[in-house]
T-cell receptor, first 116, second 112 residues
Framework: KAGVTQTPRYLIKTRGQQVTLSCSPI?????VSWYQQTPGQGLQFLFE???????NKGNFPGRFSGRQFSNSRSEMNVSTLELGDSALYLC???????????????FGPGTRLLVL | GDSVTQMEGPVTLSEEAFLTINCTYT??????LFWYVQYPGEGLQLLLK?????DKGSNKGFEATYRKETTSFHLEKGSVQVSDSAVYFC???????????FGTGTRLQVFP
């Protein structure tokens, strides 16, 4: 089974631009979560999607948004980029069965975003 | 709110030494607990997990026991290898969602 894939792997943008990152979950997985990893703040939860609905949201400004498509693929968008948005963005997928505790999440390799 | 506290790194060990990485948590209810590992340039890989008190997770020689009384989930390995060099993250699963709260990570360096 193919793992979680993320595209692009690397991205360079300038302040004020917007960016869209893509995540394809493991086949059959319906839940996709996004995390931001920086040296200063560590790993922080952005949002979780299940069956095209946002199920959970972290404490990030409205510039960060996401969506999930009917095939479970997910995208996240960051508008009006700031220098502090430079980070590794990780996507994770799980089967997402409602009510099941402690499901294993499988992470992709991440997209490294550099904002200049 | 929910949080995870991990020991600061780096942890530097010689091959075959015993490893302990401390992890404590604060949470309402009964969270699931995880250890993830991140090798250079890669994403996170699940190392082990436990979903209820007194559960022991184990994988590749690593073990951790969910201790509710001490709110801890310390990672241990009896004999580390150079290939275990990586960053280890303790994480807490919030309720029945996929949201994970991570500790700051502990870098392990193992020398021959």
């Amino acid at each position: 089974k193919a793992g979680v894939t993320q595209t692009p792997r690397y991205l360079i943008k300038t302040r004020g631009q917007q960016v869209t990152l893509s995540c394809s979950p493991i086949s059959g997985h319906r839940s996709v979560s996004w995390y931001q990893q920086t040296p200063g703040q560590g790993l922080q939860f952005l949002f979780e999607y299940f069956s095209e609905t946002q199920r959970n949201k972290g404490n990030f400004p409205g510039r960060f948004s996401g969506r999930q498509f009917s095939n479970s693929r997910s995208e996240m968008n960051v508008s009006t980029l700031e220098l502090g948005d430079s980070a590794l963005y990780l996507c994770a997928s799980s089967s997402g069965t409602p009510g099941i505790k402690g499901e294993t999440q499988y992470f992709g390799p991440g997209t490294r975003l550099l904002v200049l | 709110g929910d949080s995870v506290t991990q020991m600061e790194g780096p942890v530097t060990l010689s091959e075959e030494a015993f490893l302990t990485i401390n992890c404590t948590y604060t949470a309402t209810g009964y969270p699931s607990l995880f250890w993830y590992v991140q090798y250079p340039g890669e994403g996170l890989q699940l190392l082990l997990k436990a979903t209820k008190a007194d559960d022991k997770g184990s994988n590749k020689g690593f073990e951790a026991t969910y201790r509710k009384e001490t709110t801890s989930f310390h990672l241990e390995k009896g004999s580390v290898q150079v290939s275990d060099s990586a960053v280890y993250f303790c994480a807490l699963g919030v309720g029945n969602t996929d949201k994970l709260i991570f500790g700051t990570g502990t870098r392990l360096q193992v020398f021959p």
